[in-house]
């Protein structure tokens, strides 16, 4: 069977939505049988529950404010990587953003992580950056100004606020976004970086970004029109004026760092990269994960010598099941410097766009029950256990390994897009102990709480 994963950028309407999903179509099985018509699988499950209860690690607690005390597993499941990065199965599960703010409150606060890292556009993140350092904006209108209906939570906005109040007691953790979906603020960057540098090139400069700067989003995230819908000639125009304003750039560092500083020419230069990487999307040229990976690299780059980032993306972003994802590609260039923590759950809801048909509909809560026969959350819920981490590396070695963990089989998979009509397309078949380091399970789940949108009037 083909790939099962594509990561599908989409906007939708007022809401400009602009985040992974995940398309995962069944392999066209036959219905199984539940657990409850087979004592064989029964028993398969009664030995999983004694398994995970001996090799799994429980916690107590999702809520962010809590104590951190039972998370100290973290210290050993860590170690010594300079990457954590945190996946989720939904984009759209309180718990799952609850747990990610603990998890980078543990980091930060007991193993000396600076930085943090979003599925989200990285000029407008920047600005979130700003605000947890210096406290200048209102940060609900700032995460408004990621565009993400998926960020624009109550959840993402406590962790944004505990960034803030950890740095005015006199910490230091940075917000920032590995992504390029939108090329808006970045092409303003450069703009207004150039006229501030060198005015008398500010005309040459926009007159090669003009192809671009047609198409691209405003401060609320519309566009007026698909760039990817232009004439292939015309796409392969324009890229090269893109990639003639980031090559001008870099060959000008000398004068530009001198009438600014490294740190704005640096910022200038990756704005331009990522107008490049929206182009080569759109044109379906490179991929968005391999983007997200150079970004994300280049995020590290910037911290000084020792510095340590926390990424949070979808599953389907931090795996390392290829070296097509983002995971994958940053794992051929830190190796095990990097721990992935994949997310699953058993059953609850979320939210996500819903779909009728081949249709779209509105933003709202969805509902997944009792896990599919066979499946890793099948096994995972057996264990009665409501929270636990799973560490998946070196069980190649391990004697005690059960039959069912290697996999292939079936694991739960959604992104931000739902059709309650076809729950079994949102299975994959997965072998998780080869796309992450660790598993976070969670039995029972809700769904995120959105915030309104009230976005930033200007870039």
Known sequence: MAALTRLVATAFGATVFAASMLTLPSCGSSPTPSSQDTPAHADVLAGASGWLRGAAVPFDRVDPADDLDDLEPLRRLVGDARIVSLGEATHGTREFFQMKHRILRFLVERMGFTAFAIEATWPESNRLDRYVRTGEGDPAVLLSGLYFWTWNT???????????????????????????????????????????????????????????????????????????????????????????????????????????????????????????????????????????????????????????????????????????TMGGALRDMFGRTMVVMGFSFAQGTFNAIGMSGSTYTSLGQHTVGAPKYDSYEEYFSASRMPRFFLDLRNRSTMSDMPSWLPGPRSALSIGAVYSDATPDSYYYQARLPTEYDVVIFLDQTTASVPLPFNYPRSF
């Open 154 to 324: 109550d959840e993402v906005l406590q962790m944004i606020q505990w960034m803030r109040r950890h740095n005015e007691s006199g910490g230091s953790v940075g917000f920032y976004g590995f992504d390029m979906q939108f090329p808006g603020m970045a092409i303003d960057n450069v703009a207004r970086f150039v006229a501030a540098v060198d005015q008398t090139a500010s005309a040459e400069f926009a007159q090669h970004y003009e192809c671009l700067a047609r198409y691209a989003n405003d401060p609320t995230g519309r566009s007026p029109a698909r760039y990817g819908d232009q004439a292939a000639p015309t796409r392969d125009a324009c890229l090269q004026d893109l990639r003639w304003v980031r090559d001008t750039l870099t060959s000008r560092q000398a004068p530009y760092e001198t009438a600014s500083s490294h740190v704005e020419w640096a910022r200038a230069v990756q704005s331009a990269r990522v107008a490049v990487q929206y182009e080569e999307m759109s044109s379906n040229r490179r991929t968005r994960d391999l983007a997200m990976a150079d970004n994300a690299k280049w995020l590290l780059d910037q911290l000084p010598a020792g510095g340590k980032i926390v990424l949070w993306a979808h599953n389907g972003h931090v795996s390392t099941s290829s070296r097509t």
